[in-house]
């Protein structure tokens, strides 16, 4: 594993990162297959027709089911899904907070209640790693505790601290996985998260102890969360700078393409949200010029596609007019157009941005962006 820092304009910054499934060039998005595939009735194979670079699987709910020792006798994810490129696990710490009601935080890690059955589970930092090793990710993601916005200080604090220690442990415990004769990925690597909720210089300190294990790669973790988007882009100036150089920088769980635009801007090299995904599969669809609400009564007879300018399977074949209707009658097949549209759009849009890198045009280019989103901003032209 490897990063390369090709260029920089700015902040914005273009790279490679190579893995043992092929070499990742960012900034990219990476698209979020939680259980092992993408919700909408996506397959591996559309991911490589809508220029996927990296899918994302969820530590956390793969071990409630179908269980790593299952996904690890197929030959790991990478052959359970049939998905030949790179794919980054998250370790299911922010899964626990969020989804498990009933959970206990001691130093040797998370006790907490499945949220499919109830049933009594216990996950310490040596745990996640060892599933995910099991799952045979390229990149692995630190167990760490997602702490709210706002939380009173003296408890963030307190939590930084203690994910600082998990992610030491989280360290050792890969390096005992990689010496195993059974290791899936050998050539998987961790990333660090940094924590600190919306206080910059708890998130400043957070992140120059975290450096200090030089790992492979580092995160920012605990933000969309609550917070307003320009909340999240002062902790960005601040954290951001004190973050190496040398190593992908991954802002977790963002978000809205303007979000992406601005992390770009910033020196954020990797992203994830279900938002794409999501919003398809209930008819807000993401365009060149705006976001479209597909099940409004205006696209009924509108015989154009999504977005003329889009060269996703969807808008290559199908009108707005059909698409409605498709939402309207309820058919499942409105979801995967879609997801199919949205995650296209993403991942286009990663591209046009790696293309600006390039040419050294990212300002000309974030300006044009939103230049066009203000002049359709009454979807009157859309």
């Not at 990333?191 to 998130?203: E, H, V």
């Not at 902790?235 to 303007?258: C, F, N, Q």
């Not at 409105?334 to 790696?354: C, D, F, K, M, T």
Request: glycine share 8%; net charge neutral.
């Amino acid at each position: 594993m490897s990063f390369k820092l090709l260029r920089k304009e700015g902040r914005a910054r273009r790279g490679t990162f190579k893995t043992p499934h092929g070499t990742i060039n960012t900034p990219v998005f990476m698209n979020v297959g939680t259980q092992a595939a993408i919700k909408g009735g996506l397959s591996s194979e559309d991911l490589e027709t809508i220029g996927c670079q990296v899918e994302l699987s969820n530590t956390y709910h793969l071990h409630l089911r179908p269980g790593q020792e299952l996904i690890k006798e197929a030959g790991g994810l990478h052959s359970f899904m049939d998905w030949k490129g790179p794919i980054l696990t998250d370790s299911g710490g922010f899964q626990i907070f969020s989804l498990a009601k009933l959970r206990k935080i001691t130093e040797e890690g998370v006790s907490f209640n499945s949220h499919i059955d109830g049933a009594k589970i216990f996950m310490s930092p040596e745990d996640s790693i060892r599933i995910q090793s099991s799952l045979g990710s390229d990149i692995a993601m630190a167990f760490d505790e997602c702490v709210e916005i706002p939380s009173p200080r003296k408890y963030v604090e307190a939590s930084c601290q203690r994910t600082l220690r998990w992610l030491y442990r989280c360290k050792e415990e890969m390096l005992r996985q990689k010496d195993k004769p059974d290791t899936v990925n050998p050539g998987q690597v961790l990333f660090g998260i940094n924590q600190g909720a919306n206080y910059k210089d708890l998130r400043i300190r957070h992140m120059e102890q975290i450096a200090e294990l030089d790992l492979d790669g580092y995160a920012v973790g605990g933000l969309s969360v609550g917070e307003t988007a320009e909340e999240m882009y002062e902790i960005l100036d601040a954290v951001v700078p004190v973050m190496p150089e040398d190593k992908p920088r991954y802002l977790m769980g963002v978000g809205t393409p303007e979000n992406i635009v601005e992390g770009i801007y910033r020196g954020i090299d990797f992203f994830d949200c279900v938002l794409p995904a999501r919003n398809g599969r209930h008819g807000k669809l993401y365009t060149s010029f705006g976001v479209l609400n597909i099940k409004n009564e205006k696209y009924k007879n509108d015989f154009r596609p999504i977005d003329p300018d889009c060269g996703c399977p969807v808008c290559k074949r199908y009108s707005r007019a059909y698409l409605r209707h498709l939402f309207k009658a309820g058919e499942i097949l409105a979801l995967r157009h879609g997801v199919i549209h949205n995650l296209y759009y993403y991942n286009s849009l990663l591209e046009q941005i790696r293309n600006a890198l390039d040419k050294g045009e990212y300002e000309a280019f974030r300006k044009s962006f939103y230049k066009d989103r203000q002049e359709n901003k009454t979807d009157s032209n859309i």
